[in-house]
């Protein structure tokens, strides 16, 4: 199995601040990621898909990068709306797996 | 608009079975590159990705629990079960299922999810 190790496990950041969270697979898994945002008590929501597109609806301080087994989700500016959960995903190969996440929290 | 919805238990006993049905609508089982997922989260932790059934009634499933897992689909009822045997406390969790199409391996969107308690 592909592991996903995802770090840090959380971050403190202000209003308005820039946050970088990374993500590294086991093994080469090309472009094949994805990033999901999850607040408490509700479903994840996808964010980011094939590394690096943006799915429809999510704001465009949301990027992601990177391909291999190195992968980056940025947050330009972060909004209130954005302290979180965030997981990256494995889309490469059976099983599918996640990371352990990365809580954004309120600084 | 593509919603799931998970229906089922909300306490199991140990070593019972687990019946899970992920009630969809918005798109079809039947469509090529269809796909549904089960994805569960225990209290706390993170996302654990459990299994997928595909509009070719091909199925994949979790290494460490595959021997335990079933999942199936009626595509006349626009449902996909999954169950589970032998349920233990650590399987407490919220479970849920997510669609996917042949773009890729990724889950959107997600049914709300239900929790369900494993416990005496």
């Known amino acids: 199995d592909i592991q996903m190790t995802q770090s840090p496990s959380s971050v403190s950041a202000s209003l308005g601040d820039r946050v970088t969270i990374t993500c590294r697979a086991s093994?080469?898994?090309?472009?094949?990621l994805a990033w999901y945002q999850q607040k408490p008590g509700k479903a994840p929501k996808l964010l980011i898909y094939a590394a690096s597109s943006l799915q429809s609806g999510v704001p465009s301080r949301f990027s992601g990068s990177g391909s291999g087994t190195d992968f980056t989700l940025t947050i330009s500016s972060l909004q209130p709306e954005d302290f979180a959960t965030y997981y990256c995903?494995?889309?490469?190969?059976?099983?599918?797996?996640f990371g352990g996440g990365t809580k954004v929290e309120i600084k | 608009q593509v919603t799931l919805k998970v229906s089922g238990p909300a306490l199991v006993k140990p070593t019972q079975t687990l019946t899970l049905t992920c009630t969809f609508s918005?798109?079809?089982?039947?469509?090529?590159?269809?796909?549904v997922s089960w994805i569960r989260q225990p209290p706390g932790k993170a996302l654990e990705w459990l299994a997928r059934?595909?509009?070719?009634?091909?199925?994949f499933y979790s290494t460490s629990l595959k021997t335990r897992l079933t999942v199936s689909k009626d595509t006349s009822k626009n449902q996909v079960v999954l169950t589970m045997t032998n349920m233990d406390p650590v399987d407490t969790a919220t479970y849920y299922c997510a669609s996917s199409k042949r773009d890729g391996n990724w889950f959107d969107p997600w049914g709300q999810g239900t929790l369900v308690t494993v416990s005496s």
């Open positions: 918005g798109f079809s089982l039947s469509t090529g590159g269809v796909r």
């Open positions: 093994q080469g898994i090309s472009s094949w």
């Open positions: 995903q494995q889309a490469n190969s059976f099983p599918l797996t």
């Open positions: 059934i595909d509009w070719d009634d091909d199925k």
